[in-house]
């Protein structure tokens, strides 16, 4: 490109008498927004992270804490009587057989959904204003699958089944047979568990810079306990230009796997449904619907937990309006897909003229449940409009609130597809109403426990933000000098 | 007795440490690296620094988790256990395929990760730049260079004056 211009100056001309290059290119200047507002340096930003994990443990955070183990009980208490009783003390029955369980599992699930989408896919696309975000959001998926998974595996009951007769995990009962790989519940399995594991890998890649980090604080402090731990895990990083060679390799191919994997776990969920027979759920349209659905519900909890975070640690100038204005944006755009697909299924039902079809999502609109159908398209179909406004975005109160509104619409969408789908079957004399028992409402409602205890030790213990990564975007980080300008 | 590691200087800025290494690169020396706080684009062109074997690994773990994946299931349907379901077949790579999906992912996981821990020979707690007492800022915000004493083209002073041509504050020997 150099020589190419060198060869032919400014002002030289086409043969026709047409000047080649203009004499002089103005180019517009577009400045980027910045990430790390009011000229942060290197230091300020680990001063800033590191001090959470350094300072004293806040109030604020005992309180949330004992908060958080109390409402986790409840999942504790839920699934202790689960298992010493059966799954009888759920309240499915004919011919709702799947409910609860399996809606608070896609709810989940499709919360971690976000994370990845964050950390890998925005990182193949070079949004860079993921890095300050993407720790957390990581966090958060992982947490979310943990959560998640709790309902497939008691599920089964006696859990212990799960693996060795091989009710989940493909182990053979005892009579030789295995598990039908013919069947999506048990691609669900491998989906699930492979991305539980590839999450904590990526997450754990990710960290090992910053424990290094911390492994160098708490030493030059003379907390060699400490400095142990953190240094333990950040296994002997220094920060050497050749590991950061390889380091940058394998975290872009995990960027890179995380991607297809993330769309095939929302996609193989929704296999569960479309793959079956039953009206309502048999339809192609399942999986880009419902991975949208989960980005949405994800960047829902995003939101909800990193906009108190940032309040509460002054983190203005690493989560700036920027970045609160890109994550409404893509709520935005996924739940825009999500009404769209809200619509088309009803287009879809009507045009392929099948009776029951038809009549599965009339009864969804205007059948018994038509109250959990008009929560979920007022939540995931009207709220997100709000973010076309700047005024909304910029108020980050309302955008907290409006967050809240996604993941509720979110947990409505799954009841609605799976309950009421199947309380209308083909034969009316089978027709009923589901309700929870308390023993489920008891356990889902602990999830929000057990995801906040986890979440909670994660600020305490690890750099909220990827420090590395942050470094990494601010202007004096440019080996050519960017900053000098 | 006290060996040299070699020598360690430091930059405050990231295009310094950027030309400073192509200096380096230029001058012949192979047993030398750069401590950054975070990955500075573009500087394993600027020391000369070949592009990562980690997806060589990536590779390898990938085959054998799809292979694993197919086979596992094909294993089953047609020699551990042939049972009709629904009057399927009893293997096709169709309903084989979204396990044997995951498990690339999973085995490709692994192995990158592997292959990078493998290729940073990590862990390793100990290493003689973390003794010297400005290590603690290479993880926070000061950038180095670090010359190993094994390079053959090294030398107490003529590295040092390299070092200190090219814009290095700070020079200090290592301990071995």
Redesign the interface.
Known sequence: MGAHASDHPPGLSLPNGAPAILAEVKPVVIPRRELVEHGR???WI?EKICGIVEGKTPVWWWWCFGLAAIVASFTVSGLTYLVATGVGVWGHANPVNWAWDIVNFVFWIGIGHAGTLISAILCLLRQKWRTSINRAAEAMTIFAVVCAAIFPVFHVGRIWFAVLPGWLF?F?NSN???Q???S?L??DV??VS?YG??SV??WY?GLI?DL??MR??F??AGNLFKARIY??FA????????????????YL??AG??T??VL?VHT?VS?DFAVSLIPGWHTTIFPPYFVAGAIFSGFGMVMTLMLPLRAIYRLEDLITQYHIDCMCKITLATGTMVGYAYSMEFFIAWYGANPYEGFAFINRAFGHYAWAYWIMIGCNVITPQFFWFRQVRENTTLVWILSIFVNVGMWFERFVIIVTSLARDFLPSSWGYYSPSVVEIFTFFGTFGVFSFLFLLFIRFVPIMP???V??VIP??????S??H | MNQTYGLIAAFDTTPDLYHACEKVRDAGYSQWDALTPFPVHGLDAAMGVRRSKVPRFSLAGGITGFVTGMSFIAWLGWVEYPLVVGGKPMFSPMFAFPVSYELTILFTAFATIGGMFLLNRLPMHYHPVMKAPQFVRALDDRLYIVIEANDPKYHATATRDLLAKIGGKDITELEA
């Open positions: 340096d290197f230091h680990t493909p053979p030789g047979i295995w039908n790989f013919r999506p048990e691609w491998f989906a492979t594991t590839v890998l990526f890649v810079p290094g980090t160098d604080r030493t030059a240094g333990f296994m002997g990083w220094r920060g050497s230009n050749r590991q950061w060679s390889n380091y940058e390799m394998a191919i995990l796997i995380s297809p994997l095939s193989i296999f420090m590395s990564e470094k990494a004096a980080a440019d080996p050519h000098g900053s000098k």
